[in-house]
């Protein structure tokens, strides 16, 4: 699968393959994440929009009938028959029982008592056509990628600097799949005007590692709202935090592991990751807290525990969980973070075997150590991998030892400062 970028973030231009391990290394703010946050963002918006699809009309027939309420409530205060029929939540309710139906007997109760006329008429008329319409799929999609563009990147996604509009494709042997077209908005957020999807994209999940300190706050994550929750609760409970998408969908997944703990029986990569880390990591629902269960039965929670052990126990709950499989797009941004040189190897072994064993993962990285690893570990394990270089705002494929090459001077270069320094100390 094929992903064409123009003018997204900081990216004036990328093509990337997107099957297996695909690597992607660079400098700071050199357009790595916002691959990896896109590929998030369009993958969620088609797995979520029959959700978008719901909720929309859910709002709306929800907003009307609070309109019928209120209009005709100052005729009937104290009267119970009125607030059984036309209170929101009641009339909701059974709404979503029997649809167009449950109007015939407030219709009815509003003619009986003289109250029918051109206003509630209207009314009545719109939520009929509410409950009845069936909203276009792409625009659906649509408006579900505008709900994680503003989540991920804030309602801006455009390059600021290039001022043009910007374009995505998705192409599969080169068909078409998805085309997606933004158009600049200067100081405001970006209009999207095109969204159309040709065919299935072969993701249907995909999840974004950023860091394992999530773990230390996972109670805060949990609270916040993002994009998906309903707009009716979002009324309802004031003063929570916003927070990515990507942020509480990982949390959420991590939790629901445990949902599938008794049953999982572990693979070699899961074996490997607790012969690392000398244990295993696990959420406790009676505790609502994560703990680090050591092979010598200690126990500890995530405040005491490394931020290196965290990010394997993260793959691992992951894998107990079975959100890695084959449809799953893994999206693993710079781990090498947390995690000191000998096991950013050990890392990349885990990385490539998941690969092995079906996985699509994209790891984003400025450690000359994991593109190394992650070369030398394809290489044993006889894995595909495709590696790139974003330098400039441009990702672009070429062979990749020729990118290696690149890549290994452009992130070696610290290490030629050193060399200035030491002859300089002579």
Known sequence: MKLTIKNIGTIKEAEIELSGLTVIAGENDSGKS???K????IVKAISKYEDELEEGKEYKILKTIERIYFYNRRHFFGKSEFKELFHP???ANEINQHGVKAMTSRVEFLE????????TDSLFQILEKTITENEDENTAKMNAFIKVINSEFSGIISNQNIKQDAHVKITESEETILAIKVKYEEFEEDTLYEFNQQDELYFNDSTIIETPMLLNFHESIRE???AFESRITHNRRLGRAKIAFHIKDLEMKLRDSANNDYFYKPNDVYKKAKNTIKGTIKYRPQSNDFFYFKDNGQEHRMINVASGIKAFGMLQMLLVGEFINERSLIILDEPEVHLHPNWQLKFAELVTLLVKNGANILVTTHSPYMVEALERYTEKYKVEANFYLAKDGVIKSENNNDTLIKTFKKLSEPFAVFQDLKAQNL
């Open 34 to 36: 916002t691959v990896g």
């Open 38 to 41: 896109l590929m998030f963002s």
């Open 89 to 91: 939540k009641y009339f």
């Open 112 to 119: 009986k008592h003289n109250l029918s006329n051109s206003r």
């Open 224 to 226: 916040s709202k993002t």
